[in-house]
């Protein structure tokens, strides 16, 4: 609520809340104590994961067997891969090759635009269309949201065109090397040709976004949400983070931390959720690989004959499918809801 003093109207942050373009700017407007109105979201405690149980344990991938190991140990990684995606569609991704040093890196890069001003990113909003080069805001899009998000966000498309003005070094290559090898092997769990999938959506063509978020300390993080839950555009999506935690997968009915082991990525399809803290800032870096945008996606032919069913769900061009996720159609739902026959 504004009040005033003599001639000056000074506002509350809460009622800056409504006004501000980023949650970074409305948590640095000082005096803030709790969670405006107009962030406000609450989840059930009792959905909760419990740590100590076993069967809540997400899935490692030594990425190394899969492209050095022995016929043997590839044959085993394979099927720990088989297990993993048809079990969780959720694990943890090490000895992958990328550097740490180009990890961090990626993470400083970011952190470096997220404390631009405003005005610097200015440049940056881009439009409505959810596949511009360059796009920056909040929340998730304002015009939509019935509940604001705790976080700020840059998304960058970086194949087939590389559209950043600044390249951190190595990092979207190399990413996408990583993406390349775990397709093949995705494909051969399927009892596939390993050139299967890539080929048949266009890989070579296909896209890449790198989308950083940015969740600054939340003086009620009970009463917030970094991002609800959603599932992923694309193939695959892998992720990397800073040294604060957040994102939570949904296994079983209930929600499982992922605590990341040093320079690890996480592979993520399934339902998934960023929740926020009060200690520090989180950032992190999703980097979702799908087909070429104007490919028409189906169920495969080749599986439905196999299994004997017929598909699932209509086909749909890549770039009408993002748009119909990011469309208030599916805000906070099941975009597969839509296409399912």
């Known amino acids: 609520m504004a009040t005033t003093t003599g001639l000056e109207v000074v506002e509350s942050p809460q009622t800056q809340a409504t006004k501000v373009t980023s949650v970074k700017v409305l948590t640095e407007s000082g005096g803030l104590a709790s969670v405006p109105s107009e962030y406000t979201f609450s989840t059930n405690p009792n959905d909760q994961a419990d740590t100590n149980d076993p069967e809540h344990s997400i899935p490692v991938i030594d990425f190394s067997l899969l492209t050095s190991g022995s ?98 070094i190595g990092f979207s290559q190399r990413t996408r090397e990583v993406a390349t090898e775990l397709l093949k092997a995705i494909s051969e769990t399927l009892d596939l040709d390993f050139n299967y999938i890539a080929d048949t959506m266009n890989w070579d063509q296909g896209l890449q976004l790198l989308a950083a978020n940015y969740y600054p300390a939340c003086p009620e993080p009970d009463r917030a949400i970094g991002i609800p839950a959603h599932t992923d555009h694309g193939l695959l999506t892998l992720l990397i983070k800073n040294e604060m935690g957040g994102l939570q997968v949904q296994h079983k009915g209930k929600w499982v931390n992922w605590n990341a082991m040093p320079n690890a990525f996480v592979y993520k399809s399934v339902w998934h959720r960023a929740v926020v803290n009060n200690r520090a800032t989180r950032i992190s870096i999703a980097v979702p690989h799908g087909p070429a945008i104007d490919k028409v996606v189906v169920p495969s032919p080749l599986l439905c004959e196999r299994e004997g069913r017929a598909p699932a769900y209509v086909g749909m061009p890549y770039k009408d499918y993002i748009q119909l996720q990011q469309s208030s159609k599916s805000y906070m739902k099941s975009c597969l809801d839509h296409i399912r026959i």
Not at 88 to 104: Q, R
Not at 107 to 135: Q, Y
């Open 71 to 168: 016929p043997d140990q590839r044959s085993e990684i394979i099927h720990e891969l088989r297990k993993a995606c048809e079990e969780w569609g959720f694990f943890m991704l090490i000895n992958h090759g990328v550097p740490e040093s180009v990890m961090k890196e990626m993470i400083n890069a970011c952190e470096t635009f997220f404390n631009l001003s405003d005005e610097e990113k200015k440049e940056f909003r881009g439009t409505k269309d959810v596949l511009d080069p360059i796009k920056c805001g909040t929340s998730f899009d304002v015009a939509i949201d019935k509940v604001f998000l705790w976080r700020d966000f840059i998304k960058v498309r970086s194949h087939p065109q590389f559209y950043s003005p600044h390249k951190p």
